[in-house]
């Protein structure tokens, strides 16, 4: 079933959140599509614990906290959110004056709206893959994972974490108590996560409940229809050695790939979408791109200038929802309609 509204959002980062918000003042509809499992772009993925302090009007506000605010604000419109979908294709839909664009993601769901916002940040986030191993991915799902989707997967299971980083020594913490056993495998004996997590790690090595290998890497994989284990080598004496487990994890981060908009025929500078000043539109009608995916003279990459972005380019596309339309101008303090749907009177 293709599902019809009046904005699409390619990608559910702060300005693609703040976008539903400025729709929604003018009654317009949206879909929020994501290829990661959660919602709030880089602050989510990349810094949840750090405070930001350029948010006008909030002195201090961790990254998540932001993203937690953005989605209260969101709460009184209409909208739906898809995650962990990547938007693949775009076609342009010509049965009317106003042209449609529908989207197909790579879970293969269909979208149609009159306006696509391009709210894509710095591209999709893709996990990396473990280097000299020939697809990986072969065993994706099959005991090879590079997120953790349900903590209950690996319950009572043995589990190798590779990775160096905040996600490898979080889940190995978090995970400790729930696995049968967990191995946190790094190719050096120091990590680049949080003190305080890799102190709790260190904690958890001395009283026996996880295991640490340093400095190792990952050699292979091994099983058939299923992973059953995993050669390491030790960075330093080059042996090999084989760890029999049923998952494994491999926290390497994450790569940021521009992907499919690339190839999407508009108008780019140095990776990034061209857009006017006016109504932040791409070099293609009802295609608009805001936040830090965009390019024009002066662009920073800063949250603010994002918000700024979006709420001039809802305008041209409420004028593609509604043609010949005064597109409606108010202050929020006094837009009863929001008022009531928040349980506030004026
Ligand atoms: C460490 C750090 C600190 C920062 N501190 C500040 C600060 O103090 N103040 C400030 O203003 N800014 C700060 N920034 C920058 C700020 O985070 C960005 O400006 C902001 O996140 C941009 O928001 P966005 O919505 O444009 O994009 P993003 O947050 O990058 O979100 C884009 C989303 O689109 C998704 N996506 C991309 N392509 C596709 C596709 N094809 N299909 C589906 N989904 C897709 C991505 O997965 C991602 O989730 C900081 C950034 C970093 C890394």
């Given at each position: 079933m293709i599902k019809e509204t009046d904005i699409i959002i390619v990608g559910a980062g702060p300005v693609g959140l703040f976008t539903v918000f400025e729709a929604g003042l003018l009654g317009l509809d949206c879909i929020l599509i994501d290829?990661?499992?959660?919602?709030?772009g880089q602050c989510s993925e990349?810094?949840?614990?750090k405070p930001i302090?350029?948010?006008?009007?909030?002195?201090n506000q961790t990254a998540q906290e932001h993203v937690n605010a953005l989605l209260e604000q969101i709460k009184p419109f209409n909208y739906e959110v898809f995650l962990n979908e990547r938007v693949e294709v775009l076609e342009e839909i010509n049965n009317d004056k106003i042209s449609s664009w529908k989207i197909v993601t790579s879970e293969k769901k269909e979208f149609v709206a009159k306006s696509i916002f391009i709210a894509a940040g710095a591209g999709s986030f893709e996990p990396r893959r473990p280097p000299?191993?020939?697809?990986?991915?072969?065993?994706v799902d099959k005991?090879?994972?590079?997120?953790?989707?349900?903590?209950?997967?690996?319950?009572d299971k043995n589990l190798l974490i590779f990775g160096g980083g905040d996600s490898a020594l979080d889940w190995t913490v978090e995970l400790a108590d729930l696995a049968k056993s967990v191995t946190l495998i790094h190719r050096?004996?120091?990590?680049?996560?949080a003190p305080n997590t890799e102190a709790k790690m260190r904690e958890l090595i001395k009283s026996g409940s996880i295991s640490l290998k340093t400095p190792y890497v990952i050699e292979d994989l091994i099983g058939?229809?299923?992973?059953?284990g995993a050669s390491v080598k030790n960075?330093?004496?080059?042996e090999i050695e084989e760890i029999p487990c049923d998952e494994i994890l491999f926290l390497f981060g994450l790569n940021k790939k521009l992907g499919p908009i690339a190839d999407w025929g508009i108008d780019m500078n140095n990776k990034k979408v061209s857009v006017d000043?006016?109504?932040?539109?791409?070099?293609?009608?009802?295609l608009f791109a805001v936040g830090d995916i965009n390019d024009y003279p002066?662009?920073?990459?800063l949250i603010l200038c994002g918000f700024h972005e979006t709420t001039l380019a809802v305008q041209e596309a409420y004028r593609r929802s509604y043609p010949g339309e005064r597109v409606p101008f108010g202050y929020t303090t006094s837009n009863t309609k929001l008022q009531r749907k928040l349980g506030v009177s004026d």
């Open positions: 290829n990661l499992d959660k919602i709030g990349l810094y949840p614990e302090y350029d948010i006008p009007g909030v002195p000299n191993i020939l697809d990986p991915d072969k065993f005991g090879v994972a590079y997120s953790v989707r349900s903590k209950e997967k690996y319950k050096r004996d120091e990590f680049r996560g058939t229809s299923h992973i059953t960075f330093e004496s080059k000043t006016e109504k932040f539109e791409t070099s293609t009608k009802g002066g662009k920073l990459d």
